[in-house]
């Protein structure tokens, strides 16, 4: 066992807790961080940074099978555009490591201490981290707690084979033929659409009277009107292309399930998410 102390310690590299932990360090307070997986959290690694490349990806394959469509004012053409979804991923990894070593970097030159591990408190000031090399104590007068959210997992549509969290979704190495994406807030829409340009049928499924509900109504409503056109504009010539977009009701399990029979290979659950601390933080 090995022990340490410092004067503040924040608990999460993400947003969060990396821009804390960095300009404390700046300011010359002796700082310890702790991440359980990689610097840069839910944003940089499985959120904002991944699905905005996955969204640039698919808006670019999108806008070449539009040209081989013969839909190019600019008279632009292309003939049988394809993607590949694993290179692209490749591509969005690159992109999302390049970010990591940044983060790492920001708190290297900030002096701040880079403990990789799960914490756990064993009291108020202390904290303890099983590390690769064993275990950590670190024993802290502050302790910033910047944990963040995770996917919440519905109980009637466990993760697991073809129910995947929108972390999973980010890693698809093929895009599924149908994809029904289950809660229609912002992550939802934007993974959903990104599919539906790449050549998936979606299918959104919002518990609520309509999409992106904690939204204003007139925002929703244009979400509402650019979801089915994003959505349906690459199926547009096949007999299930109503089926692109839905705006269900949704209640319990069961119904969910008689929903999305037979449309779904892949159920992508955007239902929202839930906080990290629910997996515990010890006493
Ligand atoms: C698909 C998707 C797209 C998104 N797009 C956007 C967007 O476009 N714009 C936007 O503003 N937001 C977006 N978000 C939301 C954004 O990612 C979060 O708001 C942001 O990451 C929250 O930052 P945070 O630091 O609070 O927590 P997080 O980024 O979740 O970081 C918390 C960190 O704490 C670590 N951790 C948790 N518990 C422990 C523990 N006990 N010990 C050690 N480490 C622990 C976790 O591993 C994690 O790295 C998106 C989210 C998703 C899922």
Redesign the pocket.
């Known amino acids: 066992m090995k022990a340490m102390s410092c004067k503040l310690l924040v ?9 804390c932990a960095t300009r404390a360090g700046q300011r010359g307070i002796d700082t310890v961080i ?19 490349a996955l969204i640039h990806a698919a808006d670019e394959y999108d806008k070449v099978v539009r040209f081989a469509a013969g839909d190019s004012a600019l008279g632009i053409s292309a003939a049988d555009p394809r993607i590949d979804l694993a290179k692209t991923m490749r591509w969005k990894d690159e992109i999302v490591g390049r970010l990591n070593g940044g983060v790492a970097g920001l708190l290297k030159n900030a002096a701040v201490k880079v403990v990789q ?4 408190f064993r009291d108020g000031k202390t ?1 303890e ?1 099983e590390t690769e090399t064993g275990l950590q104590v670190i024993h802290a007068e502050q302790v910033v ?7 919440v997992e519905l109980s009637a549509l466990p993760f697991g084979g073809r129910v995947i969290s ?2 999973e ?2 890693a698809l190495r093929q895009v599924p033929d149908r994809l029904v994406v289950v809660g229609g807030g ?2 939802g829409l ?2 959903g659409t990104a599919f539906a340009k790449m050549g998936s049928q979606v299918t959104i499924v919002e518990a609520l009277p309509r999409i992106m509900p904690q939204y204003d109504a007139a925002r929703s409503d244009t979400a509402g009107r650019d979801a089915p056109a994003a959505a349906r504009r690459r199926r547009a010539d096949e007999r299930e292309s109503d089926r692109a977009y839905a705006l269900g009701r949704w209640s319990d399990g069961r119904n969910l399930r008689r929903t999305t029979q037979g449309s779904g290979r892949r159920q992508d659950s ?1 239902r929202g ?1 839930t906080r ?2 629910d ?4 006493s």
């Open positions: 608990i999460g590299a993400g947003p969060g807790g990396y821009v702790v991440e359980a997986e990689r610097p840069g959290g839910t944003c940089l690694n499985v959120g904002c940074i991944p699905s905005k591990g799960w914490a756990q904290v981290v707690i910047a944990t963040g959210a995770r996917p929108s972390t979704a980010l912002y992550i934007e993974l955007c998410r990290s601390t997996r515990g933080l010890g």
